[in-house]
């Protein structure tokens, strides 16, 4: 049998907010409202560069 990896709701600090990735749409964890993009997609910064 195989466990699956369940999505639990995390606790969150205060000002931590759940939201979805503008890049993967992956939930992430934001530290700061400001924050849209998880930090895997943030490492690569091509979200940066408008066009
Ligand atoms: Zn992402």
Redesign the pocket.
């Known amino acids: 049998m195989r466990k699956k990896k369940q999505q639990q709701t995390t606790t969150l600090a205060p000002g931590e907010k759940v939201r979805h990735?503008?890049?993967?749409?992956?939930e992430?964890v934001s530290a700061w409202s400001g924050n849209r993009?998880?930090?895997?997609?943030?490492s690569t910064a091509v979200w940066k560069q408008g066009a």
């Open positions: 990735c503008l890049v993967c749409h992956e992430f993009v998880c930090n895997r997609c943030r």
